[in-house]
């Protein structure tokens, strides 16, 4: 069966294309190039439409999965928003009450260890981060702010020649994954990284750590 059939042949189409592109609403360069594009656009479509059944019917299963998985990756991303939405309110929220504030290195490290004694092994790696971004401050290297994000932390220490930013890269994905993404990290992962940053505690050299 030709599904073409009860189109419109070429001819009657080319001739009310010219007949559409001729009146004096269309300039000679806009007739030429809308007159193309409309012109190629229908010989496209009807190559497809004098195809035979079983082509149109792979096509038709073909665009039916794109269809299908073009609105599965619509959910997938509106999921995602709600979910950062709710943790963005969770942790302006937790940011407010002081919970995660930290005003010195020694700060840092005091909360860092009392999460830790808790069992909050989340937590103790996120202060572990705070006591590190505190330390290479305190080193001369970064200068802490409000808002500032863990990749304008990495660019400004690759800018002053810090040698360990393999190391601050595995800590500031730790330190995402355990308070935006939700993650549970546990004894032996937190131990870990306080045996990496141990030169925090013991006044090592940031440049050369890691």
Do not use: W
């Amino acid at each position: 069966m030709n599904i073409a059939a009860g189109f419109p042949s070429k001819e009657i189409i080319d001739g009310a294309l010219r007949d559409v592109f001729s009146t004096p609403e269309f300039s000679e360069k806009t007739n030429s190039f809308l007159y193309g594009f409309l012109k190629n656009l229908y010989d496209i479509f009807m190559e497809i439409l004098n195809l035979p059944k079983e082509q149109l019917d792979i096509i038709s299963t073909v665009i039916k999965i794109a269809a299908v998985l073009f609105v599965a990756a619509i959910i997938v991303v509106i999921i995602l928003l709600l979910r950062r939405s709710v943790r963005i309110k969770h942790e302006k929220k937790t940011e407010q009450s002081g919970e995660l504030r930290t005003e010195t290195l020694d700060d840092a490290l005091s909360k860092r260890n009392t999460a830790a004694f808790r069992g909050d092994f989340s937590h103790a790696i996120v202060f572990t981060y705070y006591a590190y971004l505190h330390y290479l401050a305190n080193c001369g290297l970064i200068t802490i702010s409000d808002g500032k994000t863990t990749r304008a932390y990495y660019y400004e220490l690759g800018s002053r020649g810090y040698g360990a930013l393999e190391l601050f890269g595995m800590v500031s994905s730790d330190y995402l994954s355990a308070r935006f993404g939700g993650k549970m990290f546990g004894e032996e992962r937190y131990l870990y990284l306080k045996t990496r940053l141990s030169f925090i505690e013991e006044g090592g050299y940031a440049k050369t750590a890691g």
